[in-house]
T-cell receptor
């Protein structure tokens, strides 16, 4: 399968714990995005990488959130000291170098914070 | 600021009926892209169409058609002869440029379409 893959698909954690999600984009896609989707809402932009450089972050991304893309391939999104409000689906998307915005999304990582 | 409004939260139709999903957007940019994505129960967003702001020509792809009207800032999506497999949440989105040339999609809240036998 050559699509965007995310791991884990589901994560249940207790409040205060740290969690990390991984995204493997489509091979050779140099741009990678993280979005967050809560129940009944559309996805909201969190952050964006071009290769290994994190070029933009949303105000939604508090200091408890950190994202990396160390070698310009896979990316990780870590949430420290999770809160119940962090419960959501975290979506990763990638795109080859163009300006059209046609993103290829993964199936998402669903986080439940108890 | 960009905004996308999908006023229809949920639509239920009987198979073979036609259905139109509404999308109204707001932006001050003169160059932008509009999108429709489908999100089936599995959760993965599936790209359906992209339209740039300079191309108001309507498009048809099989049972799907899109009506872009810049004068009313609308980008409506019609499914002809709906099928049960069309049941999903449909999102309209607006794209704006980011630093470095990337794009940020602003999504609407989605329309849940249920097609019943």
């Amino acid at each position: 399968d050559t699509g965007v893959s995310q791991d884990p698909r589901h994560k249940i954690t207790k409040r205060g714990q740290n969690v990390t999600f991984r995204c493997d984009p489509i091979s050779e896609h140099n741009r990678l995005y993280w979005y967050r989707q809560t129940l009944g809402q559309g996805p909201e932009f969190l952050t964006y990488f071009q290769n290994e450089a994190q070029l933009e972050k949303s105000r939604l991304l508090s200091d408890r959130f950190s994202a990396e893309r160390p070698k310009g391939s896979f990316s990780t999104l870590e949430i420290q000291r999770t809160e119940q409000g962090d419960s959501a689906m975290y979506l990763c998307a990638s795109i080859a170098r163009d300006n059209t915005g046609e993103l290829f999304f993964g199936e998402g990582s669903r986080l439940t914070v108890l | 600021a960009q905004k996308v409004t999908q006023a229809q939260t949920e639509i239920s139709v009987v198979e073979k009926e036609d259905v139109t999903l509404d999308c109204v957007y707001e932006t001050r940019d003169t160059t932008y892209y509009l999108f429709w994505y489908k999100q089936p129960p599995s959760g993965e967003l599936v790209f359906l169409i992209r339209r740039n702001s300079f191309d108001e020509q309507n498009e048809i792809s099989g049972r799907y058609s899109w009506n872009f009207q810049k004068s009313t800032s609308s980008f409506n999506f019609t499914i002809t002869a709906s099928q049960v497999v069309d049941s999903a949440v449909y999102f309209c989105a607006l794209s704006v440029l980011l630093t470095g040339g990337g794009n940020k999609l602003t999504f609407g809240t989605g329309t849940q379409l249920k097609v019943e036998l």
